[in-house]
């Protein structure tokens, strides 16, 4: 079995109708691979032109056909286009696993130009490939494009590394707003527990996102250290003793109330709460940081060790468009899934505060900090590709 890198591309129109949250969730859910970087793409003219001459016209007569129709599609839709107000944008994904490539092409995407009975792929749903009575192609959306055999993938992922600094990363000035509009960016951070096996739940997490039509201009799978982490949450843990003595009230008198035959008065519940709640909130960081890096922090000693990249994977989203922190922050819902309104991610997903699904940044000021600190400019898909190929 060969260990093969994939990726696959999210064509510039799903990303613009929303489809991105549900070829994500395909994606996730039906691949055996691991997923290991993403990153925005604005592609220029000479990478699409490079790209499109590795798209190899070979094979059955329906397979050239298709990849034909898929150079002209690129050509056309992956290039800015005079007169049109928006740059596009294209997410590239890169999978790692034994025979990747086959099981994306035949199980995760399928074929362009026939459908399958069960819906299951992404073309199938998300895919469009019709005819005329003549064999004429009238319409054609190939929803992604992925990288069709084993030989394609190596100067295929070399080319997009290559252009992936001038290319790829933060897509700031690629989508226009009407007049009066001055859009904002928020960081999204898709949690560990969205990576945890095959599954869905980033994809239906981003699903509900895009009813805010807010755009994706940035994506970078990360694995956080200890000293990121610590940093990250370092605003939650100055609040969360404040925080905490709520729930430490609650648990003193849950268990006492049934230890003595008199009644507590309630002043001294909050001392007893006082005395606790530094202890509490100390134990409860510890769990938000064991949580996003797969480390315990009491244990993690040493510069070298704390900086080192966790155990787990998040994936951080860049979001665009007007009013974009509170409406993110709206759809999210309450820190604790069970205060979370009913409609919101947190409460259909969530299951405690510490697996809420996902983290949004509450203020401009934390979106740059943020954002600072997980290292959203650095390429990680380049390092990636450039270190698999170097074997």
């Known amino acids: ?37 993403a990153r925005m793409f604005a592609p220029s003219r000479e990478l699409v032109e490079e790209y499109s001459k590795l798209i190899v016209t070979k094979g059955s007569r329906e397979s050239k056909i298709v990849r034909e129709e898929i150079r002209r599609y690129i050509r056309n839709y992956w290039v800015p286009t005079p007169g049109v107000c928006d740059r596009p944008r294209v997410m590239m994904l890169l999978f790692q696993g034994n025979n990747i490539i086959r099981n994306l092409r035949e199980h995760v995407v399928g074929p362009i130009w026939k459908g399958s009975v069960s819906g299951m792929t992404v073309r199938d749903t998300y895919g469009d490939y019709v005819k005329n009575a003549r064999g004429e192609i009238t319409y054609f959306e190939p929803a992604v494009l992925i ?19 001038r290319d790829g990363g933060l897509l700031y000035n690629s989508c226009r707003y009407p007049a009066g509009v001055r859009p904002q960016t928020t960081l999204v951070l898709m949690k560990p527990e969205n990576f945890r096996g095959q599954s869905s739940l980033a994809g239906n997490v981003m699903d509900i996102i895009s009813r805010t039509g807010l755009r994706i201009i940035g994506a970078k799978l990360i694995r956080m250290s ?46 007893m709460a006082d005395q606790l709640k530094d202890l509490k909130a100390r134990q409860e960081f510890h769990q938000i940081i064991q949580g996003m890096t797969g480390l315990d922090p009491g244990e993690t000693k040493g510069v070298k060790a704390r900086r080192a990249p966790g155990k787990e994977k998040c994936l951080a989203l860049i979001y665009q468009g007007d009013r974009a922190v509170s409406r993110i922050r709206e759809v999210l819902g309450a820190t604790d899934p069970t205060k979370a309104g009913w409609a919101t991610i947190r409460r259909i997903y969530g299951h405690s505060i510490n697996q809420n699904v996902a983290h949004a940044s509450d203020s401009p000021a934390n979106v740059k900090r943020e954002m600072e600190i997980i290292r959203v400019e650095d390429n990680s898909l380049k390092k990636i590709i450039m270190e698999f190929y170097r074997k």
């Open 1 to 37: 079995m060969a260990n093969e890198l994939a990726a696959v591309w999210i064509n510039p129109y799903t990303l613009e109708k929303s489809r991105t949250g549900g070829v994500i969730a395909r994606l996730l859910s039906l691949s055996t691979g691991k997923l290991v970087a």
């Open 226 to 271: 200890v000293e990121q982490a610590e940093e990250f949450y370092g605003p939650v843990a100055e609040a969360l003793p404040e925080r905490m003595k709520g729930r430490v009230i609650e648990t003193l008198k849950y268990c006492l109330r049934t230890s003595f035959d008199f009644p507590i008065p309630e002043e001294i519940y909050a001392k």
């Open 147 to 165: 990288i069709p055999e084993p030989a394609d993938a190596e100067p295929t992922l070399k080319l997009w590394a290559r252009y992936s600094d």
